[in-house]
Nanobody
């Protein structure tokens, strides 16, 4: 079992930055793949970024280099640094953990409760 708790969401103006955190507990943090997904109102959940235990990363094409995923194994935490935020980035952001290095939500068995990010224009 893995428990995930996100934090760091909030309201920010377009062009601003936020850093999301996800604290993990339970199963060995160092061996799991971690990812961020998001879901906007009326839309399906979509992949944002993922990172392996070795630090390999994969990002959604629409990000255009604005977001960075990282992990701190000493703190059992994964981060999502979001820069140059746009109103269309408004969504609930979810942290997920699994065994596969994947952009598919079904490949992740564990999910956090989500944190709201709202970007005003």
């Amino acid at each position: 079992q893995v428990q995930l708790v996100e934090s760091g969401g909030g309201l920010v103006q377009a062009g601003g930055s936020l850093r999301l955190s996800c604290a993990a507990s339970g199963r060995t943090f160092s061996t799991i793949v971690l990812a961020w997904f998001r879901q906007a109102p009326g839309k399906q959940r979509e992949f944002v970024a993922t990172i392996t235990s070795g630090g390999s990363t994969k990002y959604a094409d629409f990000l255009e280099g604005r977001f960075t995923i990282s992990r701190d194994s000493a703190k059992n935490t994964v981060f999502l640094q979001m820069n140059s935020l746009k109103p269309e980035d408004t969504a609930v952001y979810y942290c997920a953990a699994g065994a596969l290095y994947s952009s598919t939500s079904n490949h992740y068995a564990y999910w956090g409760q989500g944190t709201q990010v709202t970007v005003s224009s």
